[in-house]
Nanobody, 113 residues
Framework: QVRLVESGGGLVQPGGSLRLSCAAS???????MAWHRQAPGKQRELVAL???????GYADSVQGRFTISRDNTKNTVYLQIDSLKPEDTAVYYC????????WGQGTQVTVSS
C-alpha cells in the first residue's frame, strides 16, 4: 500500500499562492491520484484529479485556480493553488483515486488577512 505525506501548507493572504506536495512511498506511475480537502465542519471533497493517462480534472469551485501535476520519477504529486480565497481554508490531503482507506495527516491551508 502506498503511503502518502503531504506538505507545503501554511497561512497566506487572500489572493496569494501555495504549492502543496504529496510524497508517495512507492511508485505512483500506474495510479490515478487526487487532492481532497476538508474544511472545518464540512465533509471531505475532491478538488483535483490526475489520471495515470495524463488527464486532469477539477471541482468547479477550484477550476482555473488550482493545478494538479505529478512527477512520477520523484513519486510526488503537486497542487499549485493560486488566487486563494478564505473559503479555500481546509486541510488538504492526497490519495489514490479511488481513494484507499489510508489517509495521511494532510497539510493545513489557512487563507486569512
Amino acid at each position: 500500500q502506498v503511503r502518502l505525506v503531504e506538505s507545503g501548507g501554511g497561512l497566506v493572504q487572500p489572493g496569494g499562492s501555495l504549492r502543496l506536495s504529496c510524497a508517495a512511498s512507492g511508485n505512483i506511475f500506474t495510479y490515478n491520484m487526487a487532492w481532497h480537502r476538508q474544511a472545518p465542519g464540512k465533509q471531505r471533497e475532491l478538488v483535483a484529479l490526475s489520471l495515470s493517462s495524463g488527464s486532469t480534472g477539477y471541482a468547479d469551485s477550484v477550476q482555473g485556480r488550482f493545478t494538479i501535476s505529478r512527477d512520477n520519477t520523484k513519486n510526488t504529486v503537486y497542487l499549485q493553488i493560486d488566487s486563494l480565497k478564505p473559503e479555500d481554508t481546509a486541510v488538504y490531503y492526497c490519495n489514490t483515486h479511488p481513494p484507499s482507506a489510508y489517509w495521511g495527516q494532510g497539510t493545513q491551508v489557512t487563507v486569512s488577512s
